[in-house]
């Protein structure tokens, strides 16, 4: 008889499972932001210089939500310190991030009519390394 995916999932495993989880969510949330202050800032800075400064507004989005949700209580180091550190943690994500949506836009000419496919892809590019990143360094 197989045991329950509930029952395996038990104890740590299942907290491990519901911080991907709420990361995933905080992930979304940046991915809006991010995707607004690109369509916001493009006719400005053009789709280079509006992804950059989005990387920054996103970013910091998600470290106040990761720092308020997902990893609550987690909590060693004052505000700003964790926000600066989260930054450097992340910028390997940063450059797996921006470098997989400048590829795109350079590449593409779909991704310069809809530059959200790009954002989008960078994103998943960069989510993977930032949550381990964050979870062993930023928030422990």
């Not at 800075?45 to 920054?56: P, Q, S, T």
């Amino acid at each position: 008889m197989e045991v329950p995916l509930v029952r395996r999932l038990a104890g740590p495993h299942l907290a491990l499972v519901v911080q991907m989880l709420r990361f995933g969510v905080v992930g979304v949330v940046g991915f809006c932001v991010d995707t607004a202050t690109v369509y916001g800032l493009r006719g400005r800075l053009g789709l280079y210089g509006a992804g950059i400064v989005a990387y920054f507004v996103a970013a910091s989005v998600n470290w106040a939500l990761n720092r308020s949700w997902t990893f609550r209580g987690h909590h060693a180091l004052s505000a700003h310190r964790q926000w600066l550190l989260y930054l450097a943690a992340n910028a390997l994500g940063f450059v797996l991030n921006r470098g997989t949506y400048a590829a795109l836009i350079a590449g593409f000419a779909l991704c310069r009519v809809y530059p959200v496919l790009a954002v989008a892809a960078g994103a998943v590019a960069g989510m993977t390394i930032n949550f381990l990143l964050s979870r062993r360094l930023v928030f422990r």
